[in-house]
């Protein structure tokens, strides 16, 4: 099972130092920019993490912060559920190019 | 079964036995092939996924690493009952450089896939400069005109496409696309040639050999994830492949595409 987590931009620092704390060598969690026009700047960060998924998770969730929401993901039985509940959140994948 | 499938599975058996000796790697001026066969692959176990840590080139025996939480899975079952990789729109795999990897001349680029319905613009790959100034090339699939496309980046943006048609239909699909000048090229979509529009001037960029699989680079640059889907191979030849060649590759990779 796959999560798929997003963060504000001011907790997304916070957030990935704890994932790594989680799961050293993961890098960062949240690298995929995201606003609401698709335009930078961006407002908003995600990323659909596999290993260790859920301890990541409720690391992060501890944290509190006041931006981060994350989905429970099977991708082989959705794997469009991301522009899904991006879009819930009025959130579009920035695209520089 | 509908009638595109049908045709495509008679295609493959009037090809008869020679195209199945065929392999990628009896062809010339080879690039990299990335093949989703677990021979291939080094995966960790993540109940219940396989995640991809690195992959072999199937031309050069060259590993690439995956990338942190961005790593792919690997699915058994994933392109009509074979192997593939699955990109959830975040993961990415990285080819830093491999031999003629700017892809300035002409060249061969092969791919099977398998996209889910309305799955809006996704790269299949870049190959972008390594430094500044940002610029390069995407192959991706247009979300907005429903097919695979070139698309230009830095000095402005433009594109080369497909005509009209829709292939997000999350059925197995191999393309073929071959730079055969400067700024023209052809373009074959499960082993039959379509026509195609658009243009794309002074195609060339020197050094744009960063290659990133399933994904992009931002002008940061920053390296992300951008494809959805299921890709069971790339490959990548630096020459524009035509005639008898390009019919075996063809065959062969809607071979794969069917399973």
């Known amino acids: 099972m796959s999560v798929l987590m997003v963060v504000g931009k001011d907790d997304k620092d916070t957030a990935n130092a704890e994932a790594e704390k989680i799961c050293p060598g993961i890098g960062d969690v949240f690298q995929v920019p995201l606003s609401a026009t698709g335009k930078y700047p961006a407002t908003h960060y995600w990323m659909g993490i596999s290993e260790h998924a859920t301890a990541v998770r409720a690391a992060i969730k501890k944290l509190k912060l006041p931006s981060f929401r994350s989905f429970l993901w099977n991708t082989n039985k959705d794997i469009r559920l991301a522009q899904k509940k991006l879009k819930s959140l009025n959130l579009k994948r920035i695209e520089d190019g | ?259």
């Open chain 2, 1 to 259: 079964m509908d009638r595109q499938l049908w045709r495509r599975f008679q295609l493959q058996k009037e090809a008869g036995s020679r195209s199945s000796k065929f392999r990628p790697s009896d062809l010339p001026s080879q690039g990299f092939w990335l093949d989703a066969h677990p021979d291939f692959l080094s995966t960790t176990f993540s109940d219940p996924d396989y995640l991809v840590d690195s992959w072999t080139d199937r031309f050069t025996g060259e590993v690439f690493a995956g990338s942190g939480a961005a790593r792919p899975k690997y699915v058994s079952e994933g392109i009509n009952g074979h192997h593939a990789i699955q990109f959830d729109g975040s993961d990415y795999l990285e080819v830093v450089s491999f031999a003629g990897a700017d892809l300035v001349d002409l060249w061969t680029i092969g791919m099977v896939w398998r996209l889910p319905t309305e799955t809006g613009t996704t790269q299949f790959f870049s190959n972008l400069r390594i430094g500044a100034p940002w610029e390069g090339y995407r192959y991706q699939y247009d979300g907005t005109g429903e097919y695979p496309s070139i698309r230009k980046l830095g000095s402005g943006y433009a594109s080369y496409a497909l005509d009209s048609a829709t292939y997000d239909d999350d059925a197995p699909h191999s393309s073929i696309m071959v730079k055969t000048g400067t700024t023209t090229f052809d373009f074959y979509v499960d082993g039959v040639k379509t026509t195609s529009g658009g243009t794309i001037t002074d195609f060339n960029t020197e050094q744009a050999g960063y290659t990133v699989i399933g994904g992009s680079r931002s002008t940061g640059p920053t390296t992300v994830g951008t494809y959805t889907g299921y890709i069971s191979d790339i490959v990548v030849y630096k020459d524009a492949k035509s005639g008898q060649a390009l019919n075996d590759l063809a065959l062969y990779l809607d071979g794969r595409a069917l399973g």
